[in-house]
T-cell receptor, first 109, second 116 residues
Framework: RKEVEQDPGPFNVPEGATVAFNCTYS??????FFWYRQDCRKEPKLLMS???SGNEDGRFTAQLNRASQYISLLIRDSKLSDSATYLC??????????FGPGTRLSVLP | EAGVAQSPRYKIIEKRQSVAFWCNPI?????LYWYQQILGQGPKLLIQ????????DSQLPKDRFSAERLKGVDSTLKIQPAKLEDSAVYLC??????????????FGPGTRLTVL
């Protein structure tokens, strides 16, 4: 089993739709979790951290379920500009950074 | 504030040749990372430096890859000799200090390597 797995995608959704991605991790000792966004042929950029209590940033909501070892990202009211690849990052002990393979999202007009 | 700088942006070489990439992190960032991102995959950490010391190089193919950060600022990543499977984007990232805590990583634009 891979350390970090994500929904394979691609997700093709119309503008205004709500879309959710999941990311599962294999190491129960993982400590920190993040979502990064990567536009086509660009570098990854931090989208948001994921906290145990869940957190929201505008149209984006991140959730962590330690018992089931997964994190999720919910995007409401999708915009064309949300089209990108979404990478989850799992960190073990502050030193072991593992990126998931990414889920590609295309928001269609 | 200037971001992470990388050069060259693109490189095409033949297999068995050598290649070197350069990275200049954000000023004041003690931690520097090199990642390899193969098309369709997420970035894979190759090596992490804290100042000029190596924190993690467990996934660096040491028979052909080497990296250094001599003065704790700029870093170079070298491949010698290159193989076809080394074709990828090599990303450099930097963050504030913190071996046991996480600070946001800022990525450079990457170097796209094609090995023919």
């Amino acid at each position: 089993r891979k350390e970090v797995e994500q929904d394979p995608g691609p997700f093709n959704v119309p503008e205004g739709a709500t879309v959710a991605f999941n990311c599962t991790y294999s190491n129960s000792a993982s400590q920190s979790f993040f979502w990064y966004r990567q536009d086509c042929r660009k570098e990854p950029k931090l989208l948001m951290s994921v906290y145990s209590s869940g957190n929201e940033d505008g149209r984006f909501t991140a959730q962590l379920n330690r018992a089931s070892q997964y994190i999720s990202l919910l995007i409401r009211d999708s915009k064309l500009s949300d089209s990108a690849t979404y990478l989850c990052v799992v960190i073990l002990g502050g030193q072991n950074f593992v990126f998931g393979p990414g889920t590609r999202l295309s928001v269609l007009p | 504030e200037a971001g992470v700088a990388q050069s060259p942006r693109y490189k095409i070489i033949e297999k068995r040749q050598s290649v070197a990439f350069w990275c200049n992190p954000i000023s004041g960032h003690a931690t520097l990372y090199w990642y390899q991102q193969i098309l369709g995959q997420g970035p894979k950490l190759l090596i992490q430096f804290q100042n000029n010391g190596v924190v993690d190089d467990s996934q660096l193919p040491k028979d052909r890859f080497s990296a250094e950060r001599l003065k704790g600022v700029d870093s170079t990543l070298k491949i010698q000799p290159a193989k076809l499977e080394d074709s990828a984007v090599y990303l450099c990232a930097s963050s504030l200090a913190g071996t046991y805590s996480y600070n946001e990583q800022f990525f450079g634009p990457g170097t796209r390597l094609t090995v023919l």
